[in-house]
């Protein structure tokens, strides 16, 4: 049986494409778009198990990417549909960008009904009269539900109060597709690009699009190729380029069609599934299977070279000092995944994968420098506790010195003493042995004045003992001062390469030192 326009619109050269009621689905309350959404969700994960179930007993490396490609895709369409059809309609702009059909149209009359997207909502903004709001309102509560002669009743109506509203041309196009009025449908789309003021490039791309799908339906693929490209010229996204590459296959322009299929993918590796699969590109088999190999093999072998490195940098790793095991068992948890990976390659796995293992090159450098900040504080506060009992030991020192020098001041005034009074008595004895009183009183009168130059020692001693005292003070402060600034930014370069040394993927705490420290 003949595929109708809207049919041919959003699942294009699909014919094996199952198919699932939206009236026998089980959330019968929803809009009829919203089931469309669910059994178009539903179908996708059908087609591709069966995909993947036809590679089961492939023994080729890349049926085996593919394989487990499609099974990881299937995963996700199927956690979305158990989360019910709010979670579907919720998700819409991710289903576009992971199932094989296209649902712009189905996007369009859902985002109105619901407020989901910001990009449409800018358009929705515009000022309307009350009537106008209100028949809009109407118009497309009907259109989602498959009323579509009270929906194009509405329209019309709304159209006769402003033909250059861009929201009522829009839905008014949508009817004459699903009516399967292809140039109806079409000169809707141009008076939606040519007579509403100040449209922006979102919505001048999003009218250029379905302008080319409608092409695609009618097989028309380079003019399809042709809108499509000026589309992406103003708003881009990987899964529209690939659907790009492809018109561009289908129009024979294969080289170019296959490099842009290339950028999609790369830019997003969950496309890598639906090219897989992709009806369109069936007689080009052999060109999908060499650049879907091709892309593989490139990120398992650079996945591979990772691998080896991370392996040498957790030897070096374990041979840093100061860092706690927990962290190279954690690191060597994450390098065991990778290698789990390469076991078991999905394609979108590899590319996450390798993101990864750049992050987990990162872990090295940063933990080498944690090691080193970590040698660097236990240093400064051995530092700082050195300067701080030289400093106590000086005003120590300090705190003893007056009795100190008192101390030896008073041996210094005995000494004087005892020698002025002995000097007087050896005058006298010398004086009277020689019979000579003059030469006995000279030499007493030198005992006696002995007497000054003893107190004046005295008083010298006691203040060069006391100033080399607080020099010592004075330069131990210096020290600790600097021992003090020494550690602070030691203690904050740890704390800076604490935070900086996490393991991706792993708890905080992994990337800890071992908690040995001085105290400070």
Not at 238 to 258: E, H, K, T, W
Not at 441 to 462: D, E, Q, T
Not at 481 to 487: F, G, N, P, R, V
């Given at each position: 049986?003949?595929?109708?326009?809207?049919?041919?619109?959003?699942?294009?050269?699909?014919?094996?494409?199952?198919?699932?009621?939206?009236?026998?689905?089980?959330?019968?309350?929803?809009?009829?778009?919203?089931?469309?959404?669910?059994?178009?969700?539903?179908?996708?994960i059908a087609l591709q198990q069966d995909a993947s179930t036809a590679l089961h007993n492939a023994v080729s490396?890349?049926?085996?990417?593919?394989?487990?490609?499609?099974?990881?895709?299937?995963?996700?369409?199927?956690?979305?549909?158990?989360?019910?059809?709010?979670?579907?309609?919720?998700?819409?702009?991710?289903?576009?960008?992971?199932?094989?059909?296209?649902?712009?149209?189905?996007?369009?009359?859902?985002?109105?009904?619901?407020?989901?997207?910001?990009?449409?909502?800018?358009?929705?903004?515009?000022?309307?009269?009350?009537?106008?709001?209100?028949?809009?309102?109407?118009?497309?509560?009907?259109?989602?539900?498959?009323?579509?002669?009270?929906?194009?009743?509405?329209?019309?109506?709304?159209?006769?109060?402003?033909?250059?509203?861009?929201?009522?041309?829009?839905?008014?196009?949508?009817?004459?597709?699903?009516?399967?009025?292809?140039?109806?449908?079409?000169?809707?789309?141009?008076?939606?690009?040519?007579?509403?003021?100040?449209?922006?490039?979102?919505?001048?791309?999003?009218?250029?699009?379905?302008?080319?799908?409608?092409?695609?339906?009618?097989?028309?693929?380079?003019?399809?190729?042709?809108?499509?490209?000026?589309?992406?010229?103003?708003?881009?996204?990987?899964?529209?380029?690939?659907?790009?590459?492809?018109?561009?296959?289908?129009?024979?322009?294969?080289?170019?069609?296959?490099?842009?299929?290339?950028?999609?993918?790369?830019?997003?590796?969950?496309?890598?599934?639906?090219?897989?699969?992709?009806?369109?590109?069936?007689?080009?088999?052999?060109?999908?299977?060499?650049?879907?190999e091709s892309l593989a093999q490139e990120s398992i072998a650079h996945l591979r070279i990772e691998h080896e490195?991370?392996?040498?940098?957790?030897?070096?790793?374990?041979?840093?000092?100061?860092?706690?095991?927990?962290?190279?068992?954690?690191?060597?948890?994450?390098?065991?995944?990778?290698?789990?990976?390469?076991?078991?390659?999905?394609?979108?796995?590899?590319?996450?994968?390798?993101?990864?293992?750049?992050?987990?090159?990162?872990?090295?450098?940063?933990?080498?420098?944690?090691?080193?900040?970590?040698?660097?504080?236990?240093?400064?506060?051995?530092?700082?506790?050195?300067?701080?009992?030289?400093?106590?030991?000086?005003?120590?020192?300090?705190?003893?010195?007056?009795?100190?020098?008192?101390?030896?001041?008073?041996?210094?005034?005995?000494?004087?003493?005892?020698?002025?009074?002995?000097?007087?008595?050896?005058?006298?004895?010398?004086?009277?042995?020689?019979?000579?009183?003059?030469?006995?009183?000279?030499?007493?009168?030198?005992?006696?004045?002995?007497?000054?130059?003893?107190?004046?020692?005295?008083?010298?001693?006691?203040?060069?003992?006391?100033?080399?005292?607080?020099?010592?003070?004075?330069?131990?402060?210096?020290?600790?001062?600097?021992?003090?600034?020494?550690?602070?930014?030691?203690?904050?370069?740890?704390?800076?390469?604490?935070?900086?040394?996490?393991?991706?993927?792993?708890?905080?705490?992994?990337?800890?030192?071992?908690?040995?420290?001085?105290?400070?």
């Amino acid at each position: 049986m003949p595929k109708s326009l809207i049919q041919r619109y959003t699942t294009g050269n699909f014919s094996d494409l199952p198919t699932f009621s939206p009236e026998a689905d089980f959330f019968l309350g929803g809009p009829a778009r919203q089931r469309e959404l669910l059994a178009l969700t539903k179908a996708q994960i059908a087609l591709q198990q069966d995909a993947s179930t036809a590679l089961h007993n492939a023994v080729s490396d890349m049926a085996m990417v593919v394989r487990r490609e499609l099974e990881d895709q299937t995963a996700i369409l199927s956690h979305v549909i158990r989360d019910g059809a709010d979670r579907v309609v919720s998700a819409i702009d991710e289903l576009g960008d992971r199932l094989s059909a296209e649902i712009a149209e189905i996007r369009w009359q859902l985002v109105q009904l619901r407020a989901t997207n910001e990009q449409i909502l800018q358009v929705l903004r515009r000022p309307r009269s009350t009537q106008a709001q209100e028949l809009l309102g109407q118009g497309i509560r009907n259109l989602v539900n498959d009323k579509l002669e009270q929906a194009e009743d509405r329209f019309i109506r709304a159209l006769d109060l402003d033909n250059t509203d861009y929201q009522v041309l829009m839905n008014l196009s949508a009817i004459e597709l699903r009516k399967g009025d292809a140039r109806r449908a079409e000169a809707y789309l141009q008076d939606a690009l040519t007579l509403p003021a100040d449209l922006d490039n979102s919505a001048r791309a999003e009218t250029l699009w379905s302008l080319a799908r409608i092409r695609y339906a009618e097989t028309d693929y380079r003019s399809a190729a042709t809108l499509a490209k000026a589309s992406l010229d103003m708003a881009s996204r990987p899964r529209r380029v690939l659907q790009c590459g492809i018109y561009m296959v289908l129009a024979n322009d294969v080289s170019q069609g296959f490099s842009m299929i290339e950028d999609a993918i790369r830019n997003d590796p969950a496309l890598f599934g639906i090219v897989a699969i992709s009806p369109d590109l069936a007689s080009r088999g052999d060109r999908v299977s060499s650049l879907l190999e091709s892309l593989a093999q490139e990120s398992i072998a650079h996945l591979r070279i990772e691998h080896e490195q991370l392996l040498l940098d957790l030897s070096v790793l374990r041979a840093l000092p100061h860092i706690r095991a927990e962290a190279f068992q954690e690191f060597d948890q994450q390098v065991t995944k990778l290698s789990r990976i390469l076991g078991q390659p999905a394609y979108s796995r590899l590319r996450e994968a390798l993101t990864y293992a750049v992050d987990l090159r990162e872990v090295l450098p940063r933990f080498k420098q944690l090691s080193l900040a970590e040698q660097e504080f236990i240093s400064a506060n051995e530092q700082h506790q050195r300067a701080m009992y030289q400093l106590q030991a000086a005003e120590a020192a300090l705190a003893r010195s007056p009795y100190k020098v008192d101390h030896m001041g008073e041996h210094i005034a005995s000494f004087g003493c005892f020698s002025s009074v002995a000097s007087v008595f050896v005058a006298a004895f010398v004086g009277q042995l020689l019979n000579n009183e003059s030469l006995t009183a000279n030499l007493m009168s030198c005992g006696f004045m002995f007497s000054p130059f003893v107190v004046a020692a005295w008083v010298f001693a006691r203040q060069s003992y006391r100033t080399k005292r607080e020099e010592q003070v004075s330069q131990a402060r210096g020290h600790k001062s600097a021992a003090d600034a020494t550690l602070s930014a030691a203690t904050t370069n740890l704390e800076r390469r604490r935070r900086a040394a996490i393991i991706p993927g792993s708890p905080a705490s992994t990337s800890l030192t071992e908690p040995k420290r001085l105290s400070r």
